[in-house]
């Protein structure tokens, strides 16, 4: 307890909130607690990253460290299915609701998942098979440097629980949704998934974020999938909450042999936003995309951070991602590939192009190839730039006003990587969301010289 005792200053209220969460888990299994402990203790002795830390230049966290949040303290809700219906997905093979981080089992359908899916809470799973979980939960993640890593570790108490049997194909997907409500003090609520699909299986998974109304939120959330070998995967994080809100977003990825896994991210809403995507090709012949859209305005802020480690050889990864900005937003792509010794045959390529919509928006984009073999193909591009004068033109000509022409050209910007989403249901879904986060930016008339400028290679 000493270094808990030492860092009291620097934790300020979450050394309260965790002697209380503490005492409500004191039942739990002692390698769990014993993982708590060594996450908060390592949460004291690094505290928040500041833009002194390499993976945090652009990212300044100071706004979540001073607010007081506090964990939420009643589980219970008063929301109706009529809330809920308006972020469902149509067709799904079922929806696990949470709300303030935690199980709402009354606006939740499990009832047509098929054999061999297991979907529910975290929390309940514990209760019942807490053991069986410890080979998972949390082996996938650097808790000794990741400071949000270690509060979700420390502080969670619930999130979505996901197991696929070996040879189970799901041909609806699955919709993992988080809810927050407006609460009279700011409050932080800390997800954990496990999600572990087993070898030979299909399915299409959906983590989304939302908020009913404008209260201050700090969603940190984690995510741990296991992909068994030659499952074929797609998950998807949808992040859309209100402009109070902070969110930071981990997605722990481990792959085995012949692994074939997509991660989608579509980031629209918050104040402060940060998109952890880090996977693991641990098995020979895996296949990873990293595929994300990011749309920004006002001054909020969008930070992707992607890490895409190849352990084996004859592993392919691609990262594509997009962003849109205006008005005094800012966007950051940090891309990171590393290929250990042993990943021979690898085949890794990373492309980030930017539009950006106003003269005060603003982008950092950083490719980074760590590469330790010396049989592989490794690739990085980013590119930076406005509306294309000579398309809008075109469009122009064509009958169409100067706002429609943009709005259509944004579109079809936005929708390289809607494309993407293999999965009919959840593209459809994403769609939806996209369209209605457009139109503020597709009004943006950019007037003068720059308006002609034309895309700049920057890496």
């Not at 919709?175 to 609460?183: M, V």
Request: glycine letters at 6%; a negative charge.
């Amino acid at each position: 307890m000493g270094t808990i005792t030492q860092s009291a200053e620097l934790t300020g209220s979450y050394l309260e909130a965790f002697s209380r969460l503490r005492q409500r888990t004191s039942h739990q299994p002692k390698w769990l607690r014993a993982q708590r402990q060594n996450a908060f203790d390592h949460f004291c002795d690094t505290g928040f990253p500041t833009t002194k830390d390499e993976d945090w230049r652009f990212t300044n966290t100071a706004p979540i460290a001073r607010v007081p949040f506090s964990l939420p303290t009643d589980g219970s809700t008063r929301l109706t299915r009529a809330d809920v219906q308006p972020f469902l997905i149509s067709n799904a093979a079922c929806h696990v609701v949470f709300v303030n981080g935690r199980f709402a089992s009354g606006l939740s359908d499990l009832a047509s998942l098929p054999p061999g899916v297991n979907a529910g809470s975290l929390a309940a799973e514990i209760e019942l098979r807490a053991d069986s979980l410890a080979p998972h939960l949390g082996n996938c993640l650097n808790r000794r440097h990741d400071a949000f890593c270690n509060l979700n570790t420390a502080f969670c108490e619930d999130g979505a629980y996901i197991r696929i049997a070996r040879g189970t194909v799901l041909k609806a997907p699955i919709h993992l949704l988080f809810l927050s409500t407006e609460t009279a003090e700011p409050q932080m609520i800390h997800p954990r998934n496990l999600l572990i699909a087993e070898a030979e299986t299909q399915a299409d998974i959906v983590e989304e974020y939302a908020s009913l109304n404008s209260g201050v939120v700090f969603s940190n959330a984690v995510t741990e999938l296991v992909a068994g070998e030659n499952a074929v995967l797609s998950h998807c994080l949808i992040e859309r909450e209100s402009r109070n809100a902070f969110h930071v977003s981990t997605l722990s990825l481990q792959q085995e042999r012949n692994a074939n896994v997509v991660s989608h991210s579509i980031l629209v809403g918050g104040a402060l936003v940060r998109n952890n995507v880090h996977p693991v090709l641990a098995g020979e012949g895996g296949e990873c995309l990293i595929n994300g859209l990011f749309i920004g305005d006002e001054r909020q802020h969008l930070d992707n951070y992607m890490f895409v480690e190849h352990a084996s050889p004859h592993c392919s990864s691609k990262q594509f991602y997009n962003g849109i900005l205006s008005g005094n937003a800012h966007g950051v792509f940090h891309g990171r590939i590393l290929v250990h010794k042993d990943a021979q045959k690898t085949d890794a390529k990373q492309t980030n192009r930017n539009l950006l919509l106003s003269d005060d928006a603003q982008i950092d984009t950083k490719p980074q190839l760590e590469i330790y073999a010396d049989d592989v193909k490794c690739t990085h591009g980013a590119t930076i730039g406005q509306v294309d004068a000579s398309a809008l033109f075109y469009l122009r000509s064509r009958g169409l006003n100067e706002h429609e022409a943009r709005g259509l050209l944004l579109y079809a910007f936005a929708g390289e990587c809607i494309d993407r989403i293999r999965a009919e249901a959840v593209r459809e879904h994403v769609d939806r969301i996209v369209r209605q986060s457009l139109p503020e930016a597709a009004l943006f008339s950019a007037a003068g010289p720059e308006a002609g400028r034309s895309w700049e290679e920057v890496g």
